[in-house]
C-alpha cells in the first residue's frame, strides 16, 4: 500500500496569497512529482524531482516552486495565488526510476477566489 | 507534437466485457501505462506494457501494438466499482509520462 501523504486535502485562499502544499512519502522512493489536474482533463506535470537537491520544472511550472531538502518531503509553493490556479494538486513517487510506476497521495484540492 | 487519445466516455452492463482503447504518437517510447481514478481520488497503477503482446492481470488486460502506437485495456467480468476514469500514460524518450484525458467508465446494472 503506498504512503504518500498531501496536506491540505481542501484549501479555499484569496488572490494575491503564498501558498505550501506539502508532500511527504515514507517510502523512501527518489523520484517524486507533482501534477495537476482539471475535472475531465490530463494529468500536466509542474515539477518534478530525481532526489535530494535536485527539482526539474515541467510544463506548468512557470508560477511555483519546489524545494526537496529531504528525500520523503517535496512541498509545492504558490507565491502569489490567482484564481487560474483553482486546480487539484496531486503529488506522486517512484521507486524504479524511470520504468516504475507512480503512487499518488490523495490531491490538494484549491480553491482560489 | 506528442498526443495521446481514448475515448470520452464508455457504457457498459455488469457483468459484460468492456475494451478501452488508446493510441499515441509521442517522441519514442519507452513504456504504457494503464491507471485507474475514482471521482474525486487519485489515480492507482494498473498495468504497464514495453513489449508488444497482451499482459494479463486478474480481470484486467492490457494490450500493446508499438507499430501501430496502440493500446488496450480490456475488462471483463465487469462489477458497479469499475465505474471510474481509465488514464493511458506514455514515456516518451526523455522519460516523461504523457497522459491521455482518460475515458469515463459508467458501468449500468
Given at each position: 500500500e503506498a504512503d504518500i501523504y498531501q496536506t491540505p486535502r481542501y484549501l479555499v485562499i484569496g488572490t494575491g496569497k503564498k501558498i505550501t502544499l506539502e508532500c511527504s512519502q515514507t517510502m523512501g522512493h527518489d523520484k517524486m512529482y507533482w501534477y495537476q489536474q482539471d475535472p475531465g482533463m490530463e494529468l500536466h506535470l509542474i515539477h518534478y524531482s530525481y532526489g535530494v537537491n535536485s527539482t526539474e520544472k515541467g510544463d506548468?511550472?512557470?508560477?511555483s516552486t519546489v524545494s526537496r531538502i529531504r528525500t520523503e518531503h517535496f512541498p509545492l509553493t504558490l507565491e502569489s495565488a490567482r484564481p487560474s490556479h483553482t486546480s487539484q494538486y496531486l503529488c506522486a513517487s517512484s521507486?524504479?526510476?524511470?520504468t516504475g510506476e507512480l503512487f499518488f497521495g490523495e490531491g490538494s484540492r484549491l480553491t482560489v477566489l | 507534437g506528442q498526443n495521446i487519445d481514448q475515448p470520452t466516455e464508455m457504457t457498459a452492463t455488469e457483468g459484460a466485457i468492456v475494451q478501452i482503447n488508446c493510441t499515441y504518437q509521442t517522441s519514442g517510447f519507452n513504456g504504457l501505462f494503464w491507471y485507474q481514478q475514482h471521482a474525486g481520488e487519485a489515480p492507482t497503477f494498473l498495468s504497464y506494457n514495453v513489449l508488444d503482446g497482451l499482459e494479463e492481470k486478474g480481470r484486467f488486460s492490457s494490450f500493446l501494438s508499438r507499430s501501430k502506437g496502440y493500446s488496450y485495456l480490456l475488462l471483463k467480468e465487469l462489477q458497479m466499482k469499475d465505474s471510474a476514469s481509465y488514464l493511458c500514460a506514455v514515456m516518451d524518450s526523455n522519460y516523461q509520462l504523457i497522459w491521455g484525458a482518460g475515458t469515463k467508465l459508467i458501468i449500468k446494472p
Open positions: 506548468l511550472s512557470s508560477e521507486e524504479y526510476g524511470d | -
